[in-house]
């Protein structure tokens, strides 16, 4: 092989990375494990007789699902004995993610955990083919399954998703005004405005992995949970006072998002899913540091399907 095509090789790898990673990501909810499944895509791609290769975009999609989707099987008994609530892997967002509605569900934190109740194989195949748009034939051959094996597994997933995930949600600048004003008041300590941004039937899902105190249940209820927020400003959190927490507004996968920061680390992530009329239904707070460093790292991913 010649120095050039070496090169050639890598720009092409580098122009598909982004896509790669918004594949991987999707398919396993952690960035870490996304990295791993891009990084091993590389050395293939880097042995493989790209003379042959007519289509490298959908060629190096094809091999990074495949290693998504056998990563998947593989780290899929850690989740079940895990402690307390799973949640994926907050990742930072921005680009074009913000701007494509669909893009952005496709990577919430609500849309990961709906997907993780799948099989290994039907998210898979829902994300190749709701999210990327792939046809049944591409899916079949980047899995190494049947077409009819595919078309069964793609109207199982999305079955189970439209069940579990309703299509209407409130619009973006709704979204990002009730987490402005749930900012304010859980750094003010302010229950009652707290409360007014709730479902009555809000849930706060906390993943602390086992590793920091967290709780092990969801936490029902706008009462409980307004009490819960409120409280931050006022308690230890984590071994860090009160003086010493720092709160900020960010956008977290594909929506704005809250991230808590003490002396020298990200403590946690805080995301919100909402109803049609713009109240919280759902919280879902990254506690876990083993899970916390795609944001602490400070990279903004650009999620995009294209």
């Known amino acids: 092989m010649t120095?050039?095509?070496?090169?050639?090789?890598?720009q092409v790898?580098?122009?598909?990375?982004?896509?790669?990673?918004?594949?991987?990501?999707?398919?396993?909810?952690?960035?870490?494990?996304?990295?791993?499944?891009?990084q091993d895509t590389w050395?293939?791609?880097?042995?493989?007789?790209?003379?042959?290769?007519?289509?490298?975009k959908a060629y190096l999609t094809r091999i990074v699902s495949n290693l998504a989707l056998e990563r998947l099987r593989s780290t899929r008994h850690k989740r079940e004995t895990y402690v307390g609530p799973w949640l994926p892997e907050p990742i930072l967002t921005g680009g074009d993610a913000a701007e494509a509605v669909t893009d952005a569900e496709s990577v919430s934190m609500a849309m990961l955990v709906v997907l993780e109740t799948l099989s290994p194989l039907e998210r898979a195949v829902f994300v190749l083919r709701e999210v990327f748009d792939f046809s049944h034939a591409e899916i079949a051959e980047a899995v190494e399954r049947s077409e009819a094996a595919?078309?069964?597994?793609?109207?199982?997933?999305?079955?189970?998703?439209?069940?579990?995930?309703?299509?209407?949600?409130?619009?973006?600048?709704?979204?990002?005004?009730?987490?402005e004003r749930?900012?304010?008041?859980?750094?003010?300590?302010d229950v009652n405005a707290l409360m007014e941004l709730l479902s009555p039937d809000v849930t706060l899902w906390t993943d602390g992995g086992g590793k920091v105190r967290q709780a092990l249940r969801p936490v029902v209820g706008a009462q409980t949970v307004a009490a819960w927020f409120a409280a931050i400003g006022t308690v230890t959190y984590q071994g860090v006072e009160p003086s010493d927490m720092n709160a900020e507004l960010v956008e977290i996968n594909g929506g704005p998002g809250m991230v808590f920061s003490g002396p020298g680390r990200v403590i946690a992530t805080v995301t919100f899913d909402f109803d049609a009329d713009g109240r919280i239904t759902a919280i879902h707070n990254v506690a876990n540091p083993d899970k916390l460093q795609a944001v602490a790292d400070g990279?903004?991913?650009?999620?995009?399907?294209?």
């Open 3 to 10: 120095h050039l095509s070496a090169d050639a090789g890598q």
């Open 13 to 38: 790898f580098h122009q598909h990375r982004n896509l790669l990673f918004s594949v991987a990501y999707r398919v396993l909810g952690s960035a870490a494990d996304a990295e791993d499944a891009v």
């Open 43 to 56: 050395i293939k791609w880097s042995a493989a007789d790209r003379s042959q290769v007519t289509d490298p």
């Open 150 to 179: 595919v078309r069964q597994a793609a109207h199982r997933a999305r079955e189970h998703v439209r069940a579990r995930r309703p299509r209407f949600t409130a619009d973006r600048s709704r979204q990002r005004d009730v987490t």
């Open 182 to 189: 749930f900012f304010a008041a859980a750094t003010g300590g």
């Open 299 to 306: 990279t903004a991913h650009d999620m995009g399907t294209q």
